[in-house]
């Protein structure tokens, strides 16, 4: 029996098992939750392994809010689990519920329940560092604790770390960025600004009137602003003004992106500042500067808003985003790996697990069909996402759900939405646990046998 450690010299002998469980996920987004909750409703012993301080990943501690949709007519929801959240969350909402949307704290919370009601055992403050692979399957993960290195034995492994951690750790082949050139999409830090005066501002937009860049929301929608580099828009005259007067620099105007939040009604969410200079997501030193840069960033953006725009004198940051936002880092080797052309061609699988229709969505990138949209047989405008690619072309016994699943660099810009998260992670953990159940491994099971269960459950796919 031969053993590799990817793990910088753990001493896996010198180990006690702290924990173990039928399925262990690592990553507590919304990938990881859903495949943890999904697993253990199948009836595993689950154990989720999370590095920050509580779930939600990107959604929670990256507050990106909202969530996106996969842009198909009738927004069928190819998970079941998804549906109870969108319940949850509507019940805790009621009359300022938003489709897609949720104050991220809260969210945060309706997942721990979803776990905790499931029976999943939730591990927070531990960061994978290590695997022990045996014959080709892990057998255990090292997460580094406050008070050192403990052991983790499991059956089976998902990885939803977002940046393929497990995965890399255990030996496995990985893509990561531009084919050209391996640099990844640039990095954001969100932030939020209560005290805002609504009214007045909303009157400050409808003097722009511009539903595509800057609109109130009066006349149906929601409130959201954007300026872009490479293209004009209402407030971008505002956002030179200011450049020339020294109020605020090229880059704040390079990307910037304002949505309103379910539940807070003096409140909006930022998508910015983003770094095209940042991109790397797994150099520590680079995700440091994201926190540092970006926090001077943000307070500049504060007092442009309070000294240009109307409704922002008593406005303060009420949150930043304790996770740096992270479009794109590593993707793993599949047993398919979804392409650019399957996205935009609309392909269809036998057995696929998700469906949507989000364009590609590259920021920064050149000469890669930036934002072009898919196109397809219109009477049935979407692309598929198949089960095999969540399945490790490397380690017997490894699932992935989210943006490190199997997929080039055009595809995942897509299909790393959290809905299609959502219906991944659901699929890596129902498949799990058929494996523990049939005695098999997923790359033994078929794309039929997974969507066919998700549907007994209550997912919702789109018949051709």
């Known amino acids: 029996m031969s053993v590799r450690t990817q793990s910088n010299g753990i001493k896996w002998e010198e180990l006690s098992t702290y924990l173990s469980a039928d399925v262990v996920v690592c990553g507590g987004g919304s990938a990881g939750v859903f495949a943890a909750v999904a697993a253990a409703r199948e009836g595993a012993k689950v154990l989720l392994v999370e590095s920050q301080g509580g779930l939600g990943g990107t959604a929670v501690n990256g507050l990106v809010i909202p969530y996106m949709t996969v842009r198909i007519p009738g927004e069928p929801r190819c998970s079941y689990l998804h549906k109870e ?3 949850r969350v509507e019940e805790y909402h009621k009359e300022k519920y938003v489709v897609n949307s949720c104050d991220p704290m809260v969210f945060g919370i309706i997942l721990e329940q979803m776990c905790t009601e499931s029976k999943v055992q939730l591990l927070f403050h531990s960061t994978v560092c290590g695997a022990q692979v045996q014959e080709g399957r892990i057998s255990a993960i090292a997460v580094a604790c406050k008070d050192g290195i403990r052991k983790i034995e499991g059956k089976m492994f998902i990885d939803c770390t977002g940046d393929a951690s497990l995965a890399v750790l255990a030996g496995a082949g990985y893509e990561q960025g531009h084919p050209k050139t391996g640099v990844n999409q640039p990095m954001s830090l969100r932030y939020m600004v209560d005290g805002v005066d609504m009214e007045a501002f909303k009157d400050f937009l409808d003097t722009y009137n511009d539903p595509a860049s800057a609109t109130s929301g009066r006349n149906g929608g929601n409130m959201y602003a954007a300026v872009w580099n490479k293209t004009e828009g209402a407030l971008k ?31 909006i969410a930022f998508n910015n500042p983003e770094f095209f200079d940042l991109t790397d997501a797994c150099d520590p030193l680079q995700l440091t500067e994201v926190q540092v840069r970006g926090k001077a960033f943000i307070l500049r953006q504060l007092n442009f808003y309070k000294k240009y725009f109307k409704g922002f004198d008593n406005a303060y ?29 609309q392909k269809k699988f036998s057995g ?27 009477e049935k405008p979407w692309y598929e996402i198949p089960y095999d690619c969540l399945v490790s072309a490397d380690l017997d016994n490894l699932l992935a759900a989210g943006r490190c699943i199997g997929a080039d660099f055009i595809a995942q810009s897509s299909i790393r939405i959290q809905i299609c998260c959502h219906s991944m992670g659901e699929a890596a953990g129902i498949a799990a646990a058929m494996c523990l159940d049939k005695k098999l491994q997923p790359g033994q099971l078929t794309g039929e ?5 998700m549907k007994e459950r209550g997912a919702e796919f789109v018949q051709e």
């Open 317 to 345: 940051i009420s949150n930043i985003a304790p996770m740096v936002g992270i479009r794109e880092s590593r993707r793993i080797h599949a047993k398919y790996d979804l392409t650019g052309m399957d996205l935009l061609g």
């Open 352 to 378: 696929c697990i998700s469906q949507c229709n989000y364009p590609v969505d590259v920021h920064g990138g050149a000469d890669l069909f930036q934002d072009d949209l898919p196109e397809g047989d219109p």
């Open 237 to 267: 005259p505002l956002f030179r003004e200011a450049i020339a007067n020294g109020d605020l620099t090229e880059q704040d105007m390079a990307y910037w992106q304002m949505f309103t939040t379910p539940g807070r009604e003096n409140g």
């Open 449 to 453: 046998e997974v969507s066919g269960r």
């Open 85 to 87: 959240l969108d319940k």
